[in-house]
């Protein structure tokens, strides 16, 4: 009997490592692209040029901070001076300081520093595909300066924090490539620098060292021992710095959306598809999309999941290589920070928002036009440029939705009208335009609309004060004193409703009322001289001048050129100055 030998077993093959394109200067043609993809950005964001500022800007338009030379001291170490921040982004704002010196107010400014810094994103990205051996590195890159999903990052001032964070976490990559293929302590360095400059642009690229791991495994294989040590400190200094920024963020702006998990992994599963489908039909763009009804028991939200479970499926199977896999992942790792396991703010408003995908997005462009362009090469050169003009027109299709986004940021009438046209239950998208109708002079449209906003949430201090405001306008007094004290009701430290009520009480010469609301506001506006103004007129008439002259001094020391205060400052001094002059005699 013939003995049966054992064969030991066949090892498994190694991975093939992907090769990088080593760093290479610009050649002519380089330059021909380069320029080509700045005027794709430059014509399709050209009417960003006419836009204004909107909503959120007044974060930075109407901040003392941003306007003072000492403000870039307190934006870096006394950030709760920016007052309706809720962030430690300091870059952020010290871009906006910096060219509030050069151009003051002018909006202009601000959207072609925007457009510049989406420029630089595109070119970054193209070179680093052209690095990883991507094909079609410039058909990538060329989808990724015109897609109108990225409109909200661009053309919306405030979302500048997109903009620059992007533009390090690229550096950052960029760089590590050159570290992993030459490490130098300095290479080193200046990537963990980027990466905090990141961070300190905008949070959400706590996911590059992860990103950076997810490379590896592509190139690689597998991910060595090694290339998690030396991202460790990338861990740590991400994760301390963005917990830093979450517990400033809930100590100012408190949160809790009461979510339970499995209500949270319905709404990341869904929120992944959603943005993979506008990514490939960028159609019915809203800022403010419609708040999803989240439910355990809804079969349709299990089905997202379902279909996230199968595709990992399949792309762990592997026919296609690690490429596939690799981009998914780096999407939805990208996107892990706003997939609803969080709270953040903007998830009263929305689940969803454009401006969350403006990195993640990149993976998905990366594979399908990577995959259609190998398809596309092994077809005979008619069938190439078929596609090539296909591609011309899909360019072109983009950059004309990109512009007619690009128009809706025009002003608050334009942006408000819009969402509240494709979404009519908008959180506070009522109130807001009510109070550019209002502006706008159009005082019974602004009246509808805010009577509207407190339709939509009645227990609202602002929406309250909103509609005082437009019947002040409107010379309602007693019912726009009934909403701006049912404001204070709800939130005695209401600004616009202690404002509007103090005035209102002024003008019917209840003093005392009034006094006591200007005391209240300047524990809010502590440094508004015209608040201080205010409150002297108010101690005037109350007959207590002496206080009153002190107000008046307080306001024009707050603001020197304010002709009330030096009015009211020399008049009363002249009063007071004749009574110890004159003594009235017995």
Request: glycine share 4%; charged share 15%; net charge positive.
């Amino acid at each position: 009997m013939k003995a049966t030998t054992h064969k030991p077993p066949r090892p498994s093959p190694e991975p093939t490592p992907v090769r990088l394109q080593p760093p290479a200067a610009f050649t002519h043609r380089d330059i021909t692209a380069a320029i080509g993809l700045a005027l794709l950005v430059a014509v399709s964001y050209f009417p960003a040029l006419t836009a204004g500022f909107i909503w959120d800007d007044i974060i930075f338009t109407e901040e003392p901070v941003i306007h003072s030379w000492s403000g870039l001291w307190n934006i870096w170490f006394s950030p709760s001076d920016i007052r309706k921040e809720g962030h430690y982004w300091p870059i952020v704002y010290t871009t906006f300081w910096l060219e509030h010196k050069l151009w003051g107010h002018a909006p202009l400014g601000y959207h072609l520093v925007n457009i510049l810094l989406h420029i630089i994103n595109t070119l970054l990205i193209w070179r680093l595909m052209k690095r990883l051996n991507v094909p079609a590195a410039l058909a990538i890159a060329a989808l990724f300066a015109v897609h109108p999903l990225h409109v909200e990052s661009v053309v919306w001032i405030i979302e500048r924090k997109d903009l620059l964070s992007a533009l390090f976490y690229l550096a950052a990559i960029n760089t590590w490539l050159r570290y992993n293929e030459a490490p130098h302590p300095l290479r080193y360095g200046a990537a963990l620098l980027l990466f905090i400059a990141g961070l300190l642009s905008k949070s959400i690229v706590i996911t590059l060292p992860v990103a950076l791991l997810i490379w590896h495994w592509w190139a690689q294989g597998r991910i060595h021992r090694i290339d998690i040590l030396r991202l460790a400190p990338f861990f740590i200094i991400g994760l301390a710095i963005t917990a830093a920024d979450l517990t400033y963020y809930n100590q100012r702006e408190p949160l809790d959306l009461d979510y339970s998990i499995i209500e949270r992994i319905l709404i990341a599963a869904r929120v992944l598809w959603f943005y993979a489908g506008k990514l490939l039909w960028p159609d019915d763009l809203i800022i403010i999309y419609p708040l999803w009804e989240i439910q355990a028991a809804d079969l349709t939200g299990w089905l997202y999941v379902a279909a996230a479970a199968v595709l990992l499926a399949v792309l762990l199977y592997r026919p296609w290589g690690r490429a596939p896999l690799a981009g998914i992942l780096f999407y939805t790792i990208t996107l892990s920070p706003v997939l609803g396991f969080i709270d953040y703010g903007f998830m009263q408003f929305s689940l969803v928002a454009d401006r969350f995908q403006y990195l993640a997005g990149i993976g998905l462009i990366a594979i399908l036009t990577g995959t259609a362009a190998r398809g596309i090469s092994r077809l005979n050169k008619t069938a190439q440029r078929i596609a090539t003009g296909v591609f011309m027109v899909i360019l072109a299709i983009l950059g004309t939705l990109t512009w007619q986004q690009s128009k809706l940021y025009r002003d608050d009438l334009t942006f408000f009208s819009y969402i509240l046209a494709h979404n009519p239950q908008a959180r506070d998208a009522s109130l807001n335009l009510g109070a550019a109708l209002l502006r706008a002079g159009r005082l019974q449209e602004g009246l509808a609309a805010s009577q509207t906003a407190l339709q939509q949430r009645p227990d609202s201090a602002t929406a309250n004060a909103h509609l005082g405001y437009a019947l002040l306008l409107m010379q309602r007094l007693d019912e726009a004193a009934i909403r701006l004290t049912r404001a204070l009701e709800l939130d005695p430290l209401n600004e616009q409703a202690l404002d509007y009520l103090a005035n209102i009480r002024f003008n019917q010469q209840r003093y005392e009322e009034a006094h006591t609301l200007y005391r209240t506001l300047l524990q809010v506006r502590p440094a508004s001289a015209q608040t201080h103004l205010n409150l002297g007129a108010a101690l005037y008439y109350l007959g207590r001048r002496e206080q009153a002259l002190a107000s008046f001094e307080q306001a024009l020391s707050l603001d020197p050129h304010l002709p009330a205060a030096q009015q009211s400052t020399a008049r009363l001094r002249r009063s007071l100055n004749k009574k110890v002059a004159d003594p009235v005699k017995k």
